[in-house]
């Protein structure tokens, strides 16, 4: 993507509260009476779809210690006890699902949290194994992992190489001591080189690095010396997120100090010091919040607009299908979404049921199907052709978002969007309010601001 210039004060216009789009519609307006029988209908409906590849997610919410800007459903604790407890009900939850995925293929696994290698690598070697006897796993499948250097050893990354994972991401978020001190994760760079090192060695094929902006004491100065610092680590991928500060919904971000916090503007130019140095190094921008160097799976899927979104985030792998096992974790499945208890308590009173874990979910109509299809194209692509939309759901977008199109005409004033006779285009400066131009298509989102948001502020 060609350079661009950031108009500061255009872009503060539009930082209001919005969505993040890892799905449409998004999980406040999901249902509590949606519960097992929809996440039983939802596999019938599968099972006779005839689609094959389905996706696997595994929430492992424990953590040494609780970062304070974390918005994960996770947890503290110092026994391995209350971890082998956990997956303990793991396995019950795979055995209730054992017999419905029978005749399908998973063609992605990842680990999240929380801190998957927090558990011990004995811990780590027993869930993998669960999974891979009670599903069949297609040739070729991508394993992938999240990892925090500060409990990560090698016999981590052993147990989990020998098991088919590929792809290892790490939090590193910062590495500027002020920021760590006030985030609660310090890590240096010299472990997080070691780790990475070691990873290669193994044969992990794909390494990511994760970062953050709008953290308390970041500087455009500081950010930058972070930013160049990851760029000689030599990883493949990176995930850049900006903070969301929302202490109603996560308390233990009161820890932050508040007004360390950059304001919107300074946010800006975090973001833009970043995006620079890295394309500069290289790297090409993905979606909203992530860059991958040219030879990439991501960065090949850009140019081909074969990129996917879904709660794992940007991924190459296109399955419509993703079955969520653990606490909190989210599925979607032949149109359906369901989300497990995000309690412990009540996510192991399920298990222990016997039955599944749903305590949520949503059933997609047909609008709701379109106006997702319309904004993952938005976020992965960056664009979208009403010919492409001609092509899938029989009907002329212009005439059924009419009034949509109208909406977006001050995008299109501010230089942040083009749209001609044959679809839609974001510009460089657009990609800062992807989000905002996908929230017109958003059928949810209420009329009015309310006195504690659901989303992270857009800017």
Known sequence: MKPFEVNEQLLLKYDRPGPRYTSYPTAPVWKMDFGAEGMSRALDELQASGHNGVALYVHVPFCREMCSFCACNSMVTSRDSAKDHYLDAVEREIAAYRPRLENKQIVQLHFGGGTPTF???AQLARLTDMLQSAFHFAPGHESSVEAD???????????????????????VQDFTPAVQKAINRVQS??????????AKELGYRSINLDLVYGLPYQTVESFSGTIRAVIGLGPGRLAMYSYAHVPWMNPHQNK????????????????????HLFTEAGFLPIGMDHFARAGDDLGQALENQGLHRNFMGY?????????GLGVSSISEIAGSFAQNHHKLKDYYHAVDSGGFATGRGFRRGPDDERRRWVILRLMCDGELSFGAYRERFGEDFQAVFAGELARLREFVDDGLLAVNDHGLRITGMGRLVMRNICMVFDAYLPRKPADKPMFSRTI
Request: net charge positive; aromatic share 6%.
């Open 119 to 121: 558990l011990t690598p």
């Open 149 to 171: 250097p500060a409990v990560t050893r090698r016999e981590h990354l052993e147990v989990l190489r020998e098991r088919g994972f590929s792809r290892i991401s790490f939090g």
């Open 189 to 198: 760079i010299a472990e997080t080189e070691a780790l990475m090192q070691r």
């Open 256 to 275: 932050i100090p508040v007004d360390a916090l950059p304001g919107p503007q300074e946010k800006i130019r975090l973001y833009m010091a970043a995006y």
């Open 315 to 323: 991924t190459t792998i296109r399955s419509d299908n993703l079955l």
